[in-house]
């Protein structure tokens, strides 16, 4: 099980941290995705992280803003997202799978979303 949080209002420029924390004992063997789906619009992969921490892959649209990261003692991971655009409104989810992909469709595990708004 997955619950994600930590959004909120932020101003454009802002920051914020999303966590997703997971209950069981084999969060390590998970890569686990940050996906985000803004109103109107479908879901799209936001960045992944592999079961070790060692990968991981950012969207395009976010890189250089966004950091992914884990904590496997803490069986959570991170999103740290800096630089906050109005685009980047979106209900955020996060997501397990055994593979690393950026393909919404191949996770089967996901959390209840958290949602980021970001004022111009």
């Known amino acids: 099980q997955l619950q994600a949080y930590g959004g909120g209002l932020v101003q454009a420029g802002g920051s914020l941290r999303l966590s997703c924390a997971a209950s069981g004992r084999t969060f390590s063997r998970y890569v686990m995705g940050w996906f985000r789906q803004a109103p109107g619009k479908e879901r799209e992969f936001v960045a992944y992280?592999?079961?070790?921490?060692?990968?991981?892959y950012i969207a395009d649209s976010v890189r250089g803003r966004f950091t992914i990261s884990r904590d496997n003692a803490k069986s959570t991971v991170y999103l740290q997202m800096n630089s906050l655009k109005p685009e980047d409104t979106a209900v955020y989810y996060c997501?397990?799978?055994?593979?690393?992909?950026?393909?919404?469709?191949?996770?089967?595990?996901w959390g209840q979303g958290t949602e980021v708004t970001v004022s111009s």
């Open positions: 992280i592999s079961g070790s921490g060692r990968s991981a």
């Open positions: 997501a397990a799978d055994m593979t690393l992909s950026d393909d919404a469709q191949n996770y089967d595990n």
